[in-house]
């Protein structure tokens, strides 16, 4: 059992009254983590102390906040087995999904790490004689980020990452169902040299969240809040940041469409394909949903498709080479399995999988899925593979936009100028060609449309939503007023 305690102005401790919860392994049942149950005291204590550090991180030199970031990669990587142990008891990963994360983390600080020069004074003429301006780019003070269960490390870092880089200090909330996972980033990159209370975590019980979320939005120095996670709860964070006026970066649920045309390579198109709905077990906010085919390429893509899925196998992570592993829940196994038999009964083919054991679901395939059917709408996050035929460019992209998300899609053809102008038709904030949906990369723009949120993680994106710019002006002359 793993043991996951507060980090604040860099101790660990316990939360107030010594309260406890514990994470439940989804596979065995067992106690994967007793972490501590944050009250919103404690939450307030958390923010106290980001504030506190703010003057000292934030006149640091760009090449010390590199070098402490550097430094946390480095750290992270070299942490990567215990990560794959934690993340295999807390949310059932498969080690190949777990070293993903470990990857992609580093990645991001690194490239963090080449981003904190970004504190610029830039020159603007001004129309009036005897005027000199500038727009001056400056640290917003404490940031709060909300990181989710399903790419835990992937997410956590990217929530501290630039916000660290900008000269920010932050608070991790970590998720409720991985706060070890979380509590391990925030260890990590706090030993590799960052000053007390530059970052802090809060971990805390599921029936506490709104309070700490509110006490956490509410206090005077957290200046920017991001969350990745559900819209539905994505609703209620925008709702509680607007009462308080705060700007927030939500990154939400998604839908996210791969379209094959019907001059698509097929053998780069399945691979994408299958590696898009089931890596993670379908449980990625970017996994391909939905499965839109040219119906002239549609039967051929099919043949070749069922013979990678056999190749997918779903287990304990712990007790066999497994490419997939659990699902989060038996919760969510049977939310999943409803979808399933909901388009079933309205006329789908089960063409494999659809069956579950526990928390275990086998990849999933079903075929002619109409927009009569519930998973046609609602985002599955699970290991199921939905197929839609459809005849021409115009209808594939009618049905990738017939979604409430927009959060990414992916493109398949050999005419590349083709398949640019289909992916400038599609409503998503992300959208590559010839590449899966599941794709990231730290210097790029990541974000969504419509449902799935609004602003951007990543690079100069990043930058300028985790920075204050100002205007400055100096006058050498005398005014004249009008009154």
């Not at 490390?153 to 932050?170: E, M």
């Not at 060609?433 to 990543?458: C, H």
Request: net charge negative; aromatic share 6%; charged share 20%.
């Amino acid at each position: 059992m793993f043991q996951a305690k507060l980090l604040i102005g860099g101790r660990s401790v316990s939360a107030h009254g010594g309260a406890v919860y514990e994470r439940i392994d989804p596979i065995t049942n067992k106690i994967a983590t007793e972490a501590s149950a944050a009250t919103a005291a404690d939450a307030i204590e958390a923010a106290n102390s980001a504030a506190a550090a703010f003057p000292i991180w934030s006149s640091t030199t760009p090449g010390e906040r590199a070098a402490i970031l550097e430094r946390a990669a480095e750290a992270l990587q070299s942490r990567a087995d215990e990560f794959v142990a934690v993340m295999a008891d807390e949310t059932g990963a498969a080690e190949a999904w777990a070293r993903f994360n470990c990857h992609l983390g580093a990645s991001m600080l690194r490239d963090a790490a080449t981003r904190t020069d970004c504190l610029t004074k830039t020159a603007i003429p001004a129309t009036k004689s005897g005027v000199t301006a500038w727009a001056v780019r400056r640290p917003v003070g404490v940031v709060l980020g909300i990181a989710p269960w399903n790419a835990p490390v992937v997410l956590g870092v990217r929530a501290i990452a630039v916000p660290l880089a900008c000269a920010n200090t932050v608070i991790l909330k970590a998720s409720e169902i991985c706060p070890k996972t979380h509590s391990l980033i925030a260890e990590t990159v706090s030993e590799a040299g960052l000053p007390e209370g530059t970052l802090n975590l809060v971990t805390n019980a599921p029936d506490t969240a709104p309070e700490i979320l509110e006490a956490l939005v509410g206090h005077a120095a957290v200046r920017r809040i991001s969350f990745t996670g559900s819209t539905r709860v994505g609703r209620t964070v925008a709702e509680v940041c607007a009462r308080h006026l705060k700007p927030c970066l939500l990154e939400l649920s998604g839908k996210a469409p791969l379209l094959v045309l019907d001059d698509a390579d097929l053998g780069e198109a399945v691979k994408a394909a299958a590696f898009g709905a089931f890596f993670n077990q379908g449980q990625v906010c970017i996994s391909t949903e939905r499965i839109i085919l040219d119906n002239t390429i549609a039967d051929r893509f099919m043949e070749m498709f069922m013979a990678k899925v056999a190749t997918l196998k779903a287990g304990d992570p712990r007790r066999g080479d497994f490419p997939l592993g659990s699902m989060i829940s038996r919760e969510a196994l049977v939310r999943v399995g409803g979808l399933v038999d909901d388009a079933v009964a309205k006329g789908a083919s089960l063409v494999t999988g659809g069956n579950g054991d526990d928390t275990i679901m086998q990849p999933t395939v079903l075929d002619g899925v109409t927009s009569a059917m519930r998973i046609y709408h609602e985002e599955s996050f699970g290991p199921v593979a939905v197929i839609i035929r459809v005849d021409g460019v115009d209808e594939a992209v009618s049905v990738a936009n017939d979604s409430e998300f927009g959060l990414a899609a992916a493109v398949f053809g050999r005419d590349h100028e083709r398949a640019l102008t289909v992916a400038g038709r599609i409503e998503t904030g992300i959208c590559h060609v010839n590449a899966p949906t599941i794709y990231d990369e730290p210097q790029m723009p990541f974000g969504g449309m419509k449902a799935s949120g609004y602003g951007r993680f990543g690079g100069e994106a990043g930058v300028h939503e985790f920075t204050e710019l100002r205007w400055i002006s100096v006058h050498e002359s005398e005014h004249e007023y009008p009154i």
